[in-house]
């Protein structure tokens, strides 16, 4: 935990070295925040999980006039009842990613964003037991602790609120490259600060 806080404020500090340009504003460059629901899909023996993640922080730094960088860290979790011979238990998730995102323009108020990176997560899944038909307990199971380097994928796009204060709608997905590392699909509302 303490990794992930030090590498997103070093990053945030950092970003402010960069030069803002006149279009800053009009470019969604600022602080935000993303409530989302998700899907969870950790590998192995556990199913889907569907959580909801109360929030996802991130900064958004200008690289061009239509291109920025975003460094976001997040942090979910759920659980998930043993069905159908599929392993139950509770998923804790924390995730820190950057990646560099293009605006496409396609109408006034449609300009989505677009972008890949990489990212660092962590699983933790503890409780984990299996359970029969009638739900009575069958097996438990070692808790995992596992992290790895997940590819990240982002889309969406923003509206005015006021003169530095933005909404909108992002769909991200992070795929994994380790094992015991949770896919993760996400539709979030993203509230951004803009200066």
């Known amino acids: 935990m303490r990794t992930f806080l030090c590498l997103f404020f070093t990053t945030f500090v950092v970003s402010w070295l960069f030069p803002h340009t006149s279009y800053a504003t009009q470019i969604d460059v600022g602080i935000g925040y993303v409530p989302e629901f998700l899907f969870l899909r950790p590998s192995g023996d556990m199913s889907t999980l569907a959580a909801f993640q109360p929030g996802r922080l991130f900064y958004a730094g200008s690289v061009g006039r239509e291109t920025r960088f975003v460094t976001e860290f997040g ?12 392993v139950g ?20 108020q449609l300009k989505p964003w677009v972008g890949a990176g990489l990212g660092y997560q962590t699983n933790h899944v503890i409780e984990r037991h299996r ?11 070692d808790d995992i602790k596992a992290g790895g ?21 992002e769909w991200r997905t992070d795929y994994p490259f380790a ?15 803009a200066f």
């Open 179 to 193: 094992a015991n590392v949770a896919r993760i699909d996400g539709l979030g509302f993203v509230f951004l600060y």
């Open 89 to 108: 238990g509770r998923v804790s998730n924390m995730t820190m990613s950057t990646s560099l995102q293009w605006r496409f323009v396609f109408a006034s």
């Open 149 to 169: 380097v997940v590819a990240t994928l982002r889309t969406g796009t923003f509206w005015n609120l006021s003169r530095y204060g933005r909404w909108g709608l």
């Open 75 to 86: 942090y979910a979790s759920g659980w998930r009842a043993s069905q159908n011979d599929l």
């Open 131 to 141: 359970t029969d038909a009638q739900g009575f307990l069958v097996q438990r199971y």
